[in-house]
């Protein structure tokens, strides 16, 4: 069966852009350390996560995250599907200044302001985006480059960009923090400490410390605590494993603290997210359920979305 998974490279613009439609499941928490996503809710009720906020999102609803703000999210109502856009930061670079980087939290709907003129916008650009990646052809990459740009214009102009400091891009660091963290995920259920960071890379402390704030955008515990988080997420939705014993596998020092993490990322405890498992709801770390490209809901909200007549 084919997928609605669709890729495309700017090369003159160093932007890759990835579309795709799916079945919401249960939680996979991650982030992407250089990428905005953008997700729209075509049908159902879906718990999203984005940093310590928990919104609920219905059909046509949308939320942007920015790049290393972790996320997950859950289905509330059977069949739920979103269409997901991922375009990278430096798609933003002619509109910040070098070193910085935005994140618009206001671009989140809800049952006040998902038909708001702006929101209607997101929508239908990123709707004419996944048109442009699905069909192809010789003016795809201009039509998707186009609708990009406005795209960021509608964010620019209507939600309130905030300026935080962005990673620097020089090739030593970066390959310095992949090193790092190579050896988190090698170790994250060891007792793990920045010294112990600091002697493996051969660098002073205060200097991983510092090279972790700046290029990853987070500490280093707060890194490594989400590292942690990830793998025990995992075990609770793919074992039967004693709580305590998937709190200790993976490096958290006991069940209380896995469980405060928990409880502020999803408002709910290991417990009580394991109950509310089902085994039809259940995918793997890193596996997504694509619609098929013919998907009856899919189509009719791309026809909405691309009206001419975008408000409602």
Request: hydrophobic share 35%; net charge neutral; glycine share 4%.
């Amino acid at each position: 069966m084919e997928e609605t998974y669709y890729e495309m490279d700017l090369p003159r613009e160093n932007i890759h852009l990835r579309c795709f439609a799916h079945s919401i499941m249960n939680y996979r928490y991650h982030w992407h350390p250089d990428e905005y996503e953008l997700s729209i809710v075509l049908k159902g009720n879906q718990e999203y996560c984005r940093g310590t906020e928990t919104h609920s999102l219905f059909e046509d609803d949308l939320i942007l995250t920015a790049p290393g703000n972790g996320h997950a999210s859950m289905r509330q109502q059977p069949d739920t599907r979103a269409l997901v856009l991922h375009f990278p930061s430096n798609a933003l670079k002619l509109l910040v200044k070098k070193g910085y980087i935005y994140q618009f939290p206001s671009c989140l709907s809800n049952e006040n302001n998902r038909y708001e003129e702006r929101f209607c916008r997101i929508r239908f650009y990123a709707s004419q985006i996944w048109q442009s990646l699905e069909c192809g052809g010789t003016y795809a990459q201009l039509s998707a480059k186009a609708n990009l740009e406005l795209l960021l214009i509608t964010l620019f102009t209507e939600f309130d960009p905030q300026q935080i400091n962005l990673i620097s891009e020089e090739d030593k660091r970066r390959a310095t923090i992949h090193l790092l963290l190579s050896y988190v995920e090698e170790h994250y259920a060891e007792k793990l400490s920045l010294e112990d960071l600091a002697d493996y890379a051969q660098y002073n402390r205060t200097y991983v410390s510092t090279l972790f704030k700046q290029m990853v955008g987070i500490n280093f515990h707060e890194y490594l605590t989400r590292v942690r988080f990830q793998h025990a997420l995992n075990d609770l939705t793919y074992t039967r494993d004693n709580l305590t014993d998937i709190a200790l596998k993976n490096g958290f020092p006991d069940l209380k603290t896995l469980t405060a993490r928990f409880r502020s990322t999803f408002q709910r405890t290991p417990a009580q997210y394991r109950a509310a498992l089902k085994p039809d709801e259940v995918l793997y770390d890193k596996v997504r359920q694509f619609l098929d490209p013919q998907d009856m809901v899919l189509r009719k909200k791309l026809g909405e979305y691309a009206k001419t007549g975008i408000i409602k």
